[in-house]
């Protein structure tokens, strides 16, 4: 069942986040440049800066821009990618990236969570539920009322492997380690659907409409709808290894599935019979997936542990906008929805969680906690809040994209601020 942790007031959490979280961005990467660089090679701006002679960088750097301008415009310096933070000349001018806090406003102990690249055991739904996967079961915790439900416990030792929530209804797939795929229906509870068509574990799933979509260790693809009997409506078969990913565009025309043959596919609902793209530049396997809501025909994918890049895609022309080496394993990630920004999650070897400012591609935000990977990553309804999940069986919840709605009264953080409970 679950069940509330009690805790003392004041008292410290049992886990203690890495002291790398009490740096800053700024402050990491001068210890990183300190390592790697040697003075002797700095050009007489970076000699400035060591020196301590800020006065006479910004003494330069003023007399360069003020040129032609009048004394009252206000400038910031733009600083190379990933090395300093912007250095402001008046206190009067707004920072160019808004303040995101480093830490998770709350945290939920999840015990069974499973430390599997291959899984997808946490998902979001409309109306506020978290579903989540744990060992044999399937939970769900109210965001809202903070009341958690097992909804259904298979016979072991099988193990859900996937879940995923419905947008228009309350029914959530739930995908196992043996290949089958059931339809719950929450308000009902019980199950509406059983298919047992995949013959090895179901690790991803995505809706279109009322139509579920299953990827499977055994190469396979298959598109069912719920409201037939048939046991699926289309099947593809363009991986030569495990399907790990996928996910469908948000005009649901285009579905997008990510293989441990390091290879992502584009599948178009009016072109069943064969891919429409096959990009394989990655070079690991690909799980992490999510097209722009912002720019139509957007596609990123995040490669794995030898790979470590963000791709960009554009499938009007099924070209390569751009990649970026994150320098970390990539499990998974999601395009906010009220900011043109990115969230992705990291494993081998740095274990964060990054945001990243489009369409430049620059990281905002760096966010430490977790102490494994942090595999499982998904986004609250109104797009502001995601929740994270690793195998050191915690979910993390983190406050990073700005409201479409100032007066949205989704979560009251003071009342959460130090919460711990228990999934057991």
């Known amino acids: 069942m679950l069940r509330q942790r009690s805790t003392s007031k004041g008292k410290h959490f049992d886990r203690l986040v890495p002291e790398k979280v009490n740096l800053s961005d700024y402050q990491i990467h001068m210890v990183e440049d300190q390592k790697n660089e040697s003075l002797k090679e700095l050009d007489l701006n970076e000699q ?5 002679c800020q006065a006479k960088y910004n003494s330069l750097l003023k007399q360069k821009l003020m040129e032609n301008k009048s004394q009252s415009s206000l400038f910031v310096y733009q600083r190379q990618p ?4 912007p250095y402001i000349f008046e206190n009067e001018c707004p920072s160019p990236v808004r303040k995101i806090a480093k830490t998770p406003y709350k945290i939920l102990d999840a015990p069974k969570l499973k430390d599997d690249f291959y899984y997808q055991l946490i998902d979001w739904s409309m109306s506020n539920q978290i579903g989540v996967g744990l060992g044999n079961s399937v939970y769900t915790w109210n965001a809202i009322t903070n009341e958690t439900t097992q909804l259904l416990e298979i016979e072991a030792p099988v193990c859900i492997s996937s879940i995923k929530w419905c947008d228009r209804s309350e029914i959530i797939a739930i995908g196992d380690d043996t290949g ?4 719950y229906d929450i308000v009902k509870t019980k199950i509406l659907k059983t298919y047992e068509n995949h013959n090895l574990r ?5 809706w279109n409409g009322f139509n579920i979509t299953s990827g499977s260790r055994d190469k396979c693809i298959l598109f069912q709808d719920i409201r037939t009997n048939n046991d699926y409506e289309l099947q593809f078969q363009s991986h030569k290894q495990e399907v790990c990913g996928l996910q469908w565009s948000p005009n649901q025309q285009f579905l997008a599935s990510g293989g441990n043959d390091n290879n992502v596919m584009i599948q178009s609902i009016k072109m069943p019979n064969q891919s429409m793209y096959v990009f394989k530049e990655h070079v690991a396997a690909v799980k992490a997936l ?5 720019q139509a025909n957007i596609l990123c994918s995040g490669g794995g542990t030898t790979d470590k890049c963000l791709k960009f895609w554009n499938i009007s022309n099924g070209q390569l906008q751009n990649s970026v080496d994150t320098g970390s394993q990539i499990c998974n990630m999601k395009w906010s929805t009220n900011t043109n920004e990115l969230v992705t999650s990291h494993g081998y070897s740095l274990n964060q969680v990054a945001v990243w400012k489009m369409p430049k591609i ?17 986004l609250s309804p109104d ?5 994270t999940g690793s195998g050191d069986e915690t979910l993390r919840f983190w406050k990073l994209f700005p409201s479409k709605n100032k007066n949205s009264n989704f979560i009251n953080h003071s009342k959460l601020d130090s919460i711990r409970l228990d999934i057991r």
Do not use: M, Q
């Not at 990933?82 to 933070?85: G, L, P, Q, T, V």
């Not at 179901?202 to 995505?206: A, I, K, Q, S, W």
């Open 202 to 206: 179901v690790g991803c799933l995505d």
């Open 48 to 52: 400035l800066r060591v020196e301590n």
């Open 82 to 85: 990933s090395k300093y933070k």
């Open 290 to 294: 999510a097209w722009s809501p912002h």
């Open 362 to 378: 620059e990281r905002i935000a760096t966010l430490y906690g977790h102490t494994f990977r942090v595999l499982y990553l998904s």
């Open 383 to 387: 797009g502001e809040n995601i929740v």
């Open 180 to 183: 089958t795929v059931r339809i």
